[in-house]
């Protein structure tokens, strides 16, 4: 099993960090008697990332993932720094829920051997991951049977994460005390997500951490053949020499001498016949103006006066949707003002996120706040938004998002 870690500073450095930058950490004091726990604000983008790929991955709840935290324990100053994770695979046997059968609780131990600090202070197994796609945000007691038989210490760690499709994820992290395993109440849930936490953008994922190499993506595409140009030789053209103007023939009256050129008559006559013809084009052009213009005016008539009672009172129904990427997740809006919003109570919303479709609720509260935040697992993601009007009718609205970086640079 390979090894997933995330690169952090050491704990030393945020405090030697120059005044005015971000710092590397988030740091979690929570009441008397629990450890300090540092968390590398890249862990919080690397756990962020898998809970919401597992959270794409089944319909409607989506699968839960997990696996071990990785990081330094302070004994003596009671403080966990957690800079790396190891996940560990779960055949969801009994549905989405991370429970682990026994085959893998063996590879969790396995792993947790691997994990053994070489010297005192180094990197170690520090705790457990799991994410949250239950209704309650707490432990269960498949997790506390895994935490008291895999992670006996006394400054062991828990840490929780619930996705969520319409807002930012939430954490909580669990701990012991009295030799019990606790989280000091629901007041101690905090927002999962780089930025609320105080660590400022997130940097952007790379194609090789997110998706397959753009060769991969391509591999069903007919192969391309090589059209090899045959360099031809230079043509040699004869040269041919510019006489300075000075030596240059010109059209002197030798020419005329020898070749004498007559005087042309005058025809009188054709000078008004040739103004007769002018004045004449001049008022027909002017008609066949004026005919053309009549004809595509009557034209567009037809074609506005020819669309259906269905697509003129579709207008008014619209949702305009439009999606926008900020702060590396994606943000669905729509205009609340419209009619279609007016009277709704509720909506729902379906997202196609790669080869991964679920559908989700959304409130009155959700609809007034005219936009949602959504943390995308692949780089094309389909929105698609559905307002009920009564029992049997509702207005849907579609909007598609996003484009590999080497589509980006074939557009360009």
């Known amino acids: 099993m390979n090894r997933q870690e995330l690169s952090a500073a050491s704990p030393t450095e945020r405090a030697e960090s120059p005044p005015g930058t971000l710092p590397l950490f988030y740091e979690w004091k929570p009441s008397s008697g629990a450890p300090v726990i540092r968390l590398s604000y890249d862990l919080v983008d690397e756990l962020n990332f898998q809970a919401m790929k597992g959270f794409g991955a ?4 989506g699968a839960e993932v997990g696996g071990i935290l990785i990081g330094q324990v302070d004994e003596r100053a009671r403080t966990v720094t957690l800079t790396g994770y190891q996940p560990i695979e779960c055949k969801h046997a009994r549905g989405p829920s991370y429970i682990l059968e026994s085959d893998e609780l063996e590879n969790l131990a396995t792993a947790l051997a691997r994990l053994e600090p070489a010297e005192e202070g180094g990197e170690r197994a520090a705790g457990f991951f799991r994410s949250n796609t239950r ?8 997790d506390r049977a895994l935490l008291e038989r895999f992670f006996p210490g006394e400054l062991s760690i828990c840490l929780m994460v619930r996705p969520f499709a319409t807002r930012v994820s939430e954490g909580i992290f669990f701990f012991k005390r009295g030799g019990a395993w606790t989280a000091d109440g629901p007041e101690t849930v905090f927002p999962f997500r780089r930025k609320e936490l105080g660590g400022g953008k997130r940097p952007r994922r790379t194609a090789t951490e997110s998706e397959p190499p753009p060769a991969a993506s391509r591999a069903s595409s007919p192969p391309t053949t090589e059209v090899m140009e045959t360099e031809l030789p230079p043509v040699s053209r004869p040269l041919i020499p510019i006489l300075p103007r000075e030596a240059r023939p010109t059209r002197t009256s030798a020419a005329s001498e020898r070749i004498p050129i007559p005087d042309l008559p005058e025809f009188g006559e054709d000078q008004p016949a040739k103004m007769r013809g002018t004045w004449v084009w001049i008022p027909l052009s002017f008609v066949f103006l004026l005919l053309g213009i009549v004809l595509g005016f009557q034209i567009a008539m037809s074609f506005t006066t020819g669309k259906g009672p269905q697509e003129n009172a579709a207008d008014p129904y619209g949702l305009e949707l439009s999606v926008t990427e900020a ?7 729509w205009n609340a003002s419209l009619p279609a919003f007016r009277n709704a109570s509720k909506g729902h919303l379906s997202i196609q996120d790669g080869d991964n479709t679920k559908t989700v609720e959304i409130t009155r509260e959700d609809i007034e706040r005219g936009g949602i935040l959504y943390r995308r697992a692949t780089p094309v993601v389909r929105f698609r938004l559905e307002i009920p009007q009564g029992e049997r009718s509702a207005v849907s609205e579609s909007v598609d998002y996003g484009r590999t970086e080497d589509q980006r640079r074939g557009v360009d």
């Open 135 to 142: 209704e309650t945000l707490d432990l269960a007691e498949e």
């Open 58 to 61: 089944i319909p409607r709840r």
């Open 327 to 333: 702060d590396g997740s994606l943000h669905l809006k």
